[in-house]
């Protein structure tokens, strides 16, 4: 008996001593097929580069984010609202024989005030042609009542057009994720299109629960994956105590968090239940921290520049439409290389 245990003590050993030092990565319920884990890492680069400064670089897709996992990728429009700091982009992902669409997350002068504007914001608008479900005001407007909707819309038809039907895959990080999902929920109802996909990254609330059962309804597999104790999921808050008239997240969550002692830690990607508001999940723990909310799945999601919201591109080089308040598009055919077919609309 007491050689057993020693054996199991030294088994014990030699498995710290070789995972000293590693991240382990678990996958919560490996065999689903709810969570791709690979596609995540793919989507969380393509909502990193949106946030290059030079649209030259991006456009081109030449950036210091454009490598790696996405190297190769085909854009084929991008959209800047200059009057609410809003981009969106639309392009061609051959390696997942996908068109993306990506909306950039918020351009404010400071992300710690939109987040405490956040902690007070109220369901104020009745969502169109849905009984009792009410949204977050600035962020169903940040899409649909900008120049962002019709540009976005106009790359994707512009894009399958060419392409055929190919899926469409959403996403976009923080605000840029609230943005993706009123357009992820408005091409299915509104435009009646198939294959669209949504996957954000440290979006928050922008809905009651009504709106959060119609969403499920048109949009069963949507993915919104959070980060440890990441602020901005908490927000704007969620009440317990009476749930239908608060903000509800819509499912499905995946919470990605590190568990463990030391050096031996556990990366876990947690696939939570499809209520949205799995209090096992990130609800779990207490969302204060900035820091997890711009770092996703080792990807740094900080903006180049945070002091204003202005156009940076090589006005010589690239051919654009610019409307009366400053807003920009810059376009090109599909199937044609990044430095060519430059098109203004």
């Given at each position: 008996m007491e050689r057993r245990g020693l054996l199991k003590a030294a088994l014990l050993l030699c498995l710290l001593a070789v995972c000293s030092g590693r991240e382990l990565t678990i996958k919560h319920k490996p065999s689903t097929t709810i969570y791709n884990s690979t596609l995540a890492k793919i989507l969380v680069e393509y909502a990193a580069a949106i946030y290059t400064a030079d649209l030259?670089?991006?456009?081109?897709?030449?950036?210091?984010?454009?490598?790696?996992?996405?190297?190769?990728?085909?854009?084929?429009?991008?959209?800047?609202?200059?009057?609410?700091?809003?981009?969106?982009?639309?392009?061609f992902a051959s390696d997942i024989n996908a068109l993306v669409v990506v909306f950039r997350g918020t351009q404010?002068?400071?992300?710690?005030?939109?987040?405490?504007?956040?902690?007070?914001?109220?369901l104020d608008l009745d969502y169109p042609g849905m009984p009792e479900a009410m949204v977050h005001r600035g962020f169903y407007s940040a899409y649909h009542n900008t120049t962002l909707r019709d540009g976005v819309?106009?790359?994707?038809?512009k894009t399958r057009k060419f392409y055929g039907d190919i899926p469409i895959m959403i996403t976009g990080h923080s605000m840029g994720g609230a943005m993706a999902s009123f357009c992820a929920l408005d091409l299915v109802v509104n435009y009646g299109?198939?294959?669209?996909?949504?996957?954000?990254?440290?979006?928050p609330r922008i809905g009651n629960a009504a709106f959060a059962s119609y969403f499920?309804?048109?949009?069963p597999h949507a993915i919104r994956v959070t980060h440890?104790?990441?602020?901005?999921?908490?927000?704007?808050?969620?009440?317990?105590f009476f749930p239908e008239k608060t903000y509800h997240h819509f499912p499905r969550e995946v919470w990605i968090h590190n568990i463990g002692l030391g050096s031996l830690v556990y990366?876990?990607?947690?696939?939570?239940?499809?209520?949205g508001e799995d209090p096992t999940c990130s609800r779990s723990v207490s969302g204060t921290s900035v820091r997890d909310h711009i770092y996703y799945l080792g990807v740094s999601m900080h903006a180049e520049d945070w002091s204003s919201c202005r156009i940076v591109m090589d006005y010589s080089k690239l051919q654009y439409q610019m409307d009366l308040n400053g807003n920009v598009i810059l376009s090109k055919q599909p199937g044609l290389s990044n430095d060519r077919g430059f098109s203004a609309q």
């Open positions: 030259t670089q991006l456009f081109n897709w030449t950036c210091a984010r454009c490598g790696d996992l996405i190297k190769g990728f085909e854009m084929i429009e991008i959209v800047v609202n200059v009057e609410n700091c809003l981009e969106a982009y639309v392009g404010e002068n400071s992300i710690q005030n939109w987040i405490e504007d956040l902690l007070w914001k109220q819309v106009s790359g994707i038809q299109l198939d294959g669209v996909k949504l996957m954000t990254f440290g979006q499920k309804t048109h949009l440890a104790h990441d602020i901005v999921p908490h927000l704007p808050p969620y009440f317990s990366n876990v990607e947690k696939i939570c239940d499809d209520s």
